[in-house]
């Protein structure tokens, strides 16, 4: 192996440890198989979540400033950082502003791009997601959580619905649980359809707090919660998009678009 040569992948992180297993270190081994050139390293951006895993599990997941730290230590020339992001938002912008920060002459830095970065990358990751979603019945209403962002970016999830009407899923919606759109313009659009179910599910990479809580939860503010008090009948699928395997490809294909950059 030639140890000059590495790729960073940055995560937010998830204080789910079967979520992580699941998502964020099944893309480390798929990048590790298909890169067994490159020294693999991981680095989280949430201090938050870092420090829930190393007080509550003993598991220490390096910092960027950690993991570029090791990186000059141990000699690398060649590094290629592929975000986990779904969006080029806030997360992203300060992580490349982080590692720049860090970089010299003597250390070349590549960016792989989010996971949402072009029109076309909006249509395979829709279509890759609907392919998994194929047995709801046409009748039911399928509706996506993402996370949403005070970014500018956070404009990606209406074309997101939008494009999944495009494609004909007129019964599919996309949603954020912190901007727009949000859960009040949901439960209006799918009111218009009147479907027999409706089936929550995570449109972030983890199936996390935001899976588990905000979206399936018991209170009466969450989005299961919600949709039930309005007179429908749901069902909540609990799965990441990082435990697609067609999703994680996604982001293979953007890591080797940065390795080929000269």
Known sequence: MNQQKAILLVSFGTSYIESKEKTIDKMATDVMNAFPDYAIYQAWTSKVIIHILQKRDHIHIPTIEEAMTQIWADGITDLIV?????????????????????????????FGTPLLTST??????????????????QEDALVFMGH????????????LDYTLKDMGYTHAFMGTVEAYPDLDVLIRQVGR?????????????????????DMA?????????????AGYEVVCHIKGLGEYESIRKIYLEHLKNAEAET
Do not use: C
């Open 120 to 137: 076309e990358d909006n249509h395979l990751v829709l279509d890759a997601v609907m392919k998994e979603f194929a047995d709801i019945p």
């Open 217 to 229: 939860g018991d209170k009466e503010d969450s989005w299961k919660s919600r949709f039930e008090a």
């Open 193 to 213: 359809v009147h479907p027999k179910r409706v089936h929550l599910a995570p449109f972030l990479l983890v199936a996390g707090d935001h899976a588990n809580n």
């Open 148 to 159: 949403g962002t005070t970014h500018y970016v956070n404009s990606v999830y209406a074309a």
């Open 82 to 110: 592929q975000p986990t992001h779904l969006i080029n938002g806030l997360e992203n912008d300060a992580m490349k502003e982080t590692i720049l920060s860090m970089a010299s002459e003597e250390l070349t830095v590549r």
